[in-house]
């Protein structure tokens, strides 16, 4: 790990999305029913099962001290209470090796994907759903605890109740879309359901079985190691009142009992991609003449200064932001987007949040989910044929922002302390 500051600067992927042939999960059987909402399946994805020793190394050049990638459960319990200790080992190699080129492995349990049996037991629905998770953990845990420097359960746990309180559920065809793609998938796997927690409606039942399952996967990690740091990452955008607003009801749906539970955790994940404006009857598209990204979202870098000051103030706890980045095509919008999301977190740490790392997303161009491999996250291009990877002159400009801030006193001093009040 880097010298004088522990602050971790990474480059952030997700198994699913850079992994390829991921075939146990229940995304996989989502992209391939009949009428499925994907654009295009995710295939090989970047192949990143054979060149992730490829990845770690970029992450290294970069001058990078942190990689973020999640492990699949279902490779690792292809059947429910069948284990696999040769992809245990995988991902404890996966972390071992950054580990020696002094990279901090921040690993995510549940980026998304279960495994498909998991999915027709019926998701986070099923009752027994926060003991199977924990089951898993537990392995995971019993494996990779000595390697992995902090933990993330859930990736964006709280995206449902996002779509569900600012969409007219019932109403929309997108919704209907959805449900008939779950269907197909339920009928394919013999079952009567396919719950995928992230195409859900966010229902309060399946969500109190997630949070006790974040505590469950909480509790076997710290029995394995207690010197892990154990947070879920949150999609936070920087919610803003238009005229008369209905954000207050928005927090309390889609952040506080997520909140609430991070109170009790190590970190809060910020995941954050730009700005929400909330009027009285949700989200508020973009003003006319706003700059957008790739996937159509407003360009709105600051955004993540004040999320994390906000996830900070919810909390009391330290923030690891988890995620942040574009899409864009063209590639010298992200290099504008670096300096000045990082310039927004420079302010929010210098009015004295902790914060403990920053991971961009992502580290590759990779599987969008239903946006197949139309949109360009990745500091790193990767030919789709040949899967060669290309850093992109944003990556040159980012890893040159992480110098200055290393090598600048001031940040420094504000890295120190925060490490002191993490503790
Ligand atoms: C997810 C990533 C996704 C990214 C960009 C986040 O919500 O964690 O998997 O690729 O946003 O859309």
Redo the contacts with the bound molecule.
Sequence with gaps: MSGRSAFLWGAAT?GH?VEGNNINADIWLLEQVPDTRFVEPSGDACDSLHRWREDVGIVAVLGLNCYRFSIEWSRIEPASGQFSDAWLDHYARMAAACREAGIAPVVTLS??TSPRWFASLGGWHNREAPALFARFADRAARRLAPFVSHVVTF??PNLPLMGRWSATPLADPMRAGLDAMLAEAARESGSDRCAVWVYSRGEDAALANLLAGHRAAKQAWKAARSAVAIGMSL?LPDAQPVGDSAIAAYRRFAERPFFDVAREDDFVGV?N?GRMRVGAKGVVPPVADAELTESGDEYYPRALGAAVAHAHEQTGRPVLIT?NGIAAADDAQRARYIPAALASLDDTRASGVPVLGYIH??LLDNF??RRGYTQH?GLVAVDRATFRRTPKPSAHVYAREVKKRQRSRVWANIACSNERNAK
Excluded: G, T, V
Aim: avoid cysteine; hydrophobic fraction near 40%.
């Design positions: 997700a999305q980026h998304f990736n964006e999609a995941q991609y995620e997303w992502s969008e989910w996250f």
